[in-house]
């Protein structure tokens, strides 16, 4: 047999030595008396609560337009679905069931009046669905996770539907600036805003009809202008 080799002498005695704990750790002799009576406990800890309270605190932690959200989005489910003669509760409907109504309801589902929802509230309905449930008994539904293949066909057939509804133009706010009339651009002229005997007017003043008469917008395209690019010419009014 082989001598073990013999162990230095100074990690034997750092393995020896007492713990020394960083400053500002507690250590077992900083550590609270627990030695209290059962009056100083109950002190201490107040009344016991009971499971009612914990539901409670748990469901204050949603706030209030959050709820309002869920409310919803169940409405709007509850009213679909009696119409298409599905009797079962929501949270009752299967997984697999569930993934073939959930497809067929972002496809159909609409406003009270017919119109179809934006592509932002019909995602705002399926989010709202897959919170009802969490809050009633399947804390595994997960409609947006490409991980659960089970719900494979609403993401797709929701993804399609925000897509066609986009391309539509629902919901989709067309933000346009409105034109400068005659009179306002006048009134810039007389103000000294646009002007001829000024640098900064003078800027402004090229600024604006570069925007009026050539169509640019962005602050590049001001910048990329080249003096080559411009041309004086005669037409038909002088």
Partial sequence: MQSEEPIPFDILALALAPLELPEGVIGIDDVEDFELSEKENEQRFGPALHISDVTTAIANRITKNTKLSTTWAHSVWHSWSTIRGITQPLQEIPARELDEFLSRFVLEACLQDGSPYPATSLYQLV??????????????????????????????????????????????????????????????????????????????????YACKCFGLRGGDEHRNLMREQFSIDIDSVG
């Fill in 127 to 208: 989010c709202g669905l897959q919170r009802y449930l969490r809050d009633n008994g399947r804390p595994e539904v997960a409609f947006f996770d490409e991980k659960q293949p089970i719900f494979d066909r609403a993401r797709k057939a929701l993804d399609a539907r925000m897509k066609e509804l986009t391309s539509q133009g629902v919901g989709v706010a067309k933000k346009s600036a409105q034109p400068l009339t005659s009179e306002q651009e006048n009134k810039l002229w007389e103000k000294g805003i646009f002007s001829i005997n000024t640098a900064e007017g003078l800027l402004n003043a090229v600024f604006w």
